[in-house]
């Protein structure tokens, strides 16, 4: 286990309250010594200077940070003051992705920026600033909702790794065996950098859905069954989520997942809960 890779997962903050209490919340995760806390950035760059805030107040605590980084939308030159910010700031890890659109964009319109795919991205950062960061980018063991078919989607992915990630994380998913089949067909094609599990504790029936139908995760039908089953009942939403998800973690480290990245929406409860009945 001390060998594994575990980290959590926070979104800027829009308002003063909701600055302070991610500093609670952060300091309660942060007992749970994770190997790093990663930010996300929203379509379009929307959140960059909350990203960056959010990233030095965690550096300000002595723990090591990791933005996420979006190319759709961006030009090279807004990139490069990005990059050279955060090297300034001494931050050595991000997250490179494709990033989705901002609002009022088709589904596909790539017009509004210098980059398509998060090769592209991984590629610039690499002849940018060399080997400066750990970069992990996204992988999805049940397919990314845009992409044509499985096999172009583990091409994409591929495709990431050998442009220069480190690693990866996964979009959060319930189903065990499609993460396992998704790192051995990665593997096949030569992409054998660590593939870390994305986790989503489960506390909301119908927030989780509506998540899981933007992002194209599954809910297996017995679980979806069985949390529409509470109705309104919350503690039990949240006692069955607890054991679905960790014995779905159990699963992973025992089949060799390199690790689990808790996307915890800004809350502690349930992260620290699924951590320590996994005795990490």
Known sequence: ????????????????????????????????HPRYFSVTFGAGGSTQKGTLDTVLDIRSEGHEAAPHLSCLGSSRESLRAILAQYKDHGIKRLVALRGDLPSGYGAMDFSSGEFRYANELVEFIRAETGDWFHIEVAAYPEMHPQAKSPQDD????????????????????????????????????GATVP?????????????????????????????????????????SIRAFGLDVVTQLCERLLAGGAPGLHFYTLNHSPATIAIWQRLKL
């Open 154 to 189: 583990v091409q994409r992915y591929v495709s990431k790794v050998k442009a220069g990630a480190n690693g990866a994380i996964t979009q959060y998913f319930y189903n065990a065996d499609a993460y396992f089949r998704f790192v051995d067909e990665a593997q096949k094609l």
């Open 195 to 235: 593939v870390v599990a994305g986790i989503m504790p489960i506390t909301n029936y119908s927030q989780l859905m509506r998540f899981s139908d933007m992002c194209g995760t599954e809910i297996p039908r017995w679980i979806r069954l069985k949390l529409a089953s509470y109705g309104d009942d919350t503690d």
């Open 1 to 32: 286990m001390a060998q594994k890779n575990f980290s959590i997962e926070f979104f800027p903050p829009k308002t003063p309250e909701g600055t302070e209490k991610l500093r609670v919340t952060r300091a309660k995760l942060a007992e749970l």
